[in-house]
């Protein structure tokens, strides 16, 4: 029996490899986005930088629970 973790797992590499085979100026649509017709390089940037802001927050999370700011090594 496959597990949630496993499928989301293939389905990240299914995209994976379907990104590989195209060009970063390769067309797309999201709908839902104030512009939807977009470029791969576009979607891109925008997981790259929602990914940044979440592991930037749970960062904050982490240092107000222990203290310590990643700067350097304890």
């Known amino acids: 029996m496959s597990s949630r973790a496993d499928h989301r797992l293939l389905s990240t590499r299914g995209g994976t490899r379907r990104?590989?085979?195209l060009p970063?100026?390769?067309?797309?649509r999201v709908?839902?986005?104030?512009?939807p017709?977009?470029?791969?390089f576009a979607v891109m940037v925008h997981v790259l930088q929602d990914t940044s802001?979440?592991?930037?927050?749970?960062?904050?999370l982490r240092e107000q629970l222990d203290g310590l700011t990643?700067?350097?090594?304890?």
Do not use: K, N, Y
Not at 31 to 35: H, L, Q, R, T, V
Not at 37 to 40: G, N
Not at 70 to 74: L, V
């Open 19 to 21: 990104c590989d085979d």
């Open 24 to 28: 970063v100026d390769a067309p797309g």
């Open 31 to 35: 709908p839902w986005w104030p512009s």
């Open 37 to 40: 017709d977009v470029t791969l």
């Open 53 to 60: 802001r979440h592991a930037g927050r749970a960062d904050i």
């Open 70 to 74: 990643g700067t350097m090594p304890e």
